[in-house]
């Protein structure tokens, strides 16, 4: 498994969660990390992205709320979500794109959160 996601969960309206989503070496170390979400029925979107260098970028729907980082010494990308909404309920995706152009998907995340 090159990218693996964990922290999703049932969480009330308000709440905070964090999801973790390790990488093997290789692909952390040359890649821009990006955090996705799709909700049933929906379209997958993307939520943040970080490159290489720890630049981040979110989404407005999200910012202010959500934070991407990543631990280049563990080979992980955190997405700390605060302030959760329902609409927030989502399953979330790790995603990861090499400067060489390949891209690699985590197996996703369940978040769902009850108003």
């Known amino acids: 498994v090159q990218l693996q996601a964990s922290g999703g969960g049932l969480v009330q309206a308000g709440g905070s969660l964090r999801l973790s989503c390790i990488a093997s070496?290789?692909?952390?170390?040359?890649?821009?990390m990006a955090w996705y979400r799709q909700a049933p029925g929906k379209q997958r979107e993307v939520v943040a992205t970080?490159?290489?260098?720890?630049?981040?970028n979110s989404k407005d729907f999200v910012k202010g709320r959500f934070t991407i980082s990543r631990d280049n010494a563990t080979n992980t990308v955190n997405l700390r979500m605060n302030s959760l909404k329902p609409e927030d309920s989502a399953v979330y995706y790790c995603?990861?794109?090499?400067?060489?152009?390949?891209?690699?998907w985590g197996q996703g995340t369940q978040v769902t959160v009850s108003s």
């Open positions: 995603y990861a794109k090499t400067t060489r152009g390949l891209a690699y």
């Open positions: 070496a290789t692909i952390f170390k040359s890649s821009t």
């Open positions: 970080i490159d290489k260098g720890g630049r981040a």
